[in-house]
């Protein structure tokens, strides 16, 4: 199984920035759809944001939109998430997951990502 790694997290000020990255272990991402999800403390693990296996297609939550960016680099194996101008309402853990199934989609339900990382804290001091 493809095991997804978070790297990192850490603790900002608002309005300061963050490199978020999943490296793959146990194999490779790269024909395979990453999503970035969060989860704070009391509320549901929601969508961040999702990238094809190619890099070419791409979906943002709204609440990331002009503030994050996802990417991937397969000669790498890794996804990166990089997030500006970070806000209070950011904080939460990151988690890094793979939707392995065969389709064009990029989806933001949770239960269609199969593999999770263990994921990094990232933290928003306003």
């Known amino acids: 199984q493809v095991q997804p790694v978070e790297s990192g997290g850490g603790l900002v000020q608002a309005g300061g920035s963050l490199r978020l990255s999943c490296a793959a272990s146990?194999?490779?991402?790269?024909?395979?759809?990453i999503g970035w999800f969060r989860q704070a403390p009391g509320k549901e693990r929601e969508f961040v944001a999702a990238?094809?296996?190619?890099?070419?297609?791409?979906r943002y939550a709204e609440s990331a939109k002009g503030r994050f960016t996802i990417s991937r680099d397969n000669n790498k194996n890794t996804i990166s998430l990089q997030m500006n101008n970070l806000k209070p309402e950011d904080t939460a853990t990151y988690y890094c997951?793979?939707?392995?199934?065969?389709?064009?989609?990029?989806?933001?339900?949770?239960?269609?990502?199969?593999?999770w990382g263990q994921g990094t804290q990232v933290t928003v001091s306003s």
């Open positions: 146990g194999g490779t991402f790269n024909r395979y759809k």
């Open positions: 990238i094809t296996a190619t890099g070419m297609g791409i």
């Open positions: 997951a793979v939707d392995v199934r065969d389709t064009l989609t990029l989806t933001q339900t949770v239960g269609a990502y199969f593999y």
